[in-house]
């Protein structure tokens, strides 16, 4: 006899329906997968089988073919065996074909019969949500956040069989519980004095300019990095259920409402490697940290101990926010619009300060070289942040809250939106006349850094669209000053100068 069940599989972010399709009948016994599926998803022969015997079902001694389709794609994952065991049992003529026609089913199968969560289980639930969609308890927080309506969760294999025939009842949660989202990112309001840093913080914001903050230990570079995804911008409903899609694909910890509801805020470790951070492997293709800092923050602490092949492998998704990774004949696309803020010791010893310092020349030239290059190009803000003054940390005021600059981050973006299309780190140098015209001050002012070689020809461009950040942030959308050139060349501070002592 012959079954059809709906389930579905996970290809990188997206989920894909499946039909399982069984066929029971005379030959040797056996049990065979075709239609591409991957090694776990072939041994959910054994799963399937021991979850029949756990639970008192009669395993069909006959012929078994099971056939995920479409074909063309692989199939991957355990989130297949509840489909599969209930093709089984229809084919066999255990079940009745109609009972199952309403339903997708997206569960794995302990060997004692229980449903188990599956990896991946927002986007999956997303692909046959037109559906009743049969889940592990653990997963319909996922499976609601994933936009299906009609989310039935059942314990095992014999309950979720015996609600089928309607002899039981489903494990439904009322989809107006309310489950908390995560908690709300550290507040600005902590950080005492570091003016410099937290203007550095709102101009990152409002025109999405990658930071590189530079300093000695205990300058709170981590500290105020934490608190850039609360002043970014709230998310819209499109990138919130795009940043769930992705933690559910990547199996990282969710809120108890199962929805990413805020700007990510991701802080990898330096000794991330290369599919860690960008994304893929070999077994199935899971997103990476760039990915899963998407719509937010990507930090990266203590920039120089990161292998320089890894933060090579930056270039492409910082140019264009998305990562592709490939395995045998297929690529998949994760996005990567991340904000990045890095943060560095400004020499070997950390003390960076002339007299304090300890290393010598050519241990802070090597150091300096670390993270020289391309990537550092692309830091549109460098600042040095010194240790927080004695005076602000002991009677210093609460500085502004988030929610203040917030507000001000979302005007100067709407301001920037209407004029360029855009934030304003992505205006293209040819289009920097038109967005961002010079008053005769700014022009002379540029011309004289120029002229004395504190600023090269790539800084230039980088400088005028933190100035038009800057400009936007004062309500100036036209032309843009020379107050504003020079506080976006004081937050774009030397290299050289950043790093130690050589000033
Ligand atoms: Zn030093």
Request: with cysteine; hydrophobic share 45%.
């Amino acid at each position: 006899m012959f079954a059809s069940v709906r389930s579905t599989t996970l290809l990188g972010v997206v989920g894909r329906a499946v039909d399982v399709e069984v066929h029971v009948g005379v030959g040797l016994p056996g049990f065979t997968i075709v239609g591409q599926p991957d090694e776990v998803c072939r041994e959910s022969r054994d799963r399937v089988r021991a979850a029949f015997l756990s639970r008192g079902f009669a395993w069909p001694n006959r012929r078994i073919t099971v056939n995920l389709a479409p074909s063309g794609e692989r199939k991957g994952g355990a989130g297949l065996d509840l489909a599969i065991a209930v093709a089984v049992l229809i084919a066999d003529e255990q079940l009745s074909p109609e009972s199952a026609k309403q339903f997708a089913f997206v569960a794995e199968l302990g060997l004692d019969g229980s449903l188990r969560s599956v990896v991946g289980a927002a986007p999956l639930v997303a692909a046959v949500r037109d559906r009743r969609v049969v889940v592990a308890a653990g997963n319909v927080a996922a499976a609601r956040a994933a936009g299906a309506s009609d989310v039935v969760a059942a314990s095992d294999l014999a309950h979720a069989v015996a609600c089928l025939r309607g002899q039981d009842e489903w494990i439904s949660s009322n989809s107006s519980d309310v489950l908390p989202d995560a908690a709300p990112h550290p507040d600005l309001a902590d950080v005492r004095g570091q003016p410099a840093a937290r203007l550095a913080l709102e101009v990152a914001a409002a025109g999405s300019h990658h930071v590189l903050l530079v300093g000695p230990p205990g300058a709170g570079k981590s500290m105020l990095a934490r608190r850039l995804p609360g002043i970014l911008p709230p998310l819209s409903d499109d990138e919130a259920l795009s940043c769930t899609m992705v933690h559910s694909a990547a199996h990282v910890a969710m809120p108890p409402s199962g929805r990413i509801t805020r700007p990510p805020f991701r802080s990898p470790h330096h000794s991330i490697s290369m599919v860690g951070l960008i994304g893929g492997g070999t077994s199935a293709m899971r997103p990476g940290e760039v990915s899963l800092a998407s719509e937010g923050v990507l930090f990266l602490d203590e920039l120089g101990e990161f292998a320089p092949s890894v933060l090579d492998a930056l270039r492409q998704p910082i140019e264009e926010g998305v990562v592709r990774v490939s395995r045998a004949r297929t690529t998949l696309t994760f996005p990567a619009r991340f904000l990045l803020v890095a943060a560095a010791n400004p020499c070997p010893c950390g003390a960076g300060t002339p007299g304090v310092c300890v290393c010598d020349d050519s241990a802070r030239a090597k150091y300096l070289r670390r993270f020289s290059g391309p990537l550092l190009d692309r830091f549109d803000l460098r600042l040095a942040v010194g240790l927080p003054r004695v005076d602000d940390l002991v009677d210093g005021r609460p500085g502004e809250s988030s929610a203040l600059v917030a507000a001000r981050v979302v005007q100067a973006r709407a301001i920037a939106a209407a004029r360029n299309g855009g934030v304003n780190a992505n205006i293209a140098v040819d289009d920097l006349d038109t967005y961002a015209p010079l008053e005769p001050a700014a022009r002379a002012l540029l011309r004289r850094e120029l002229e004395s070689g504190r600023l090269s020809g790539r800084g230039l461009h980088r400088v005028r669209r933190v100035a038009r950040t800057i400009a936007d942030l004062h309500d100036a959308p036209d032309l843009v000053g020379e107050s504003h050139v020079a506080t976006a060349l004081q937050l774009r501070t030397a290299l050289s100068t950043l790093a130690g002592g050589a000033r």
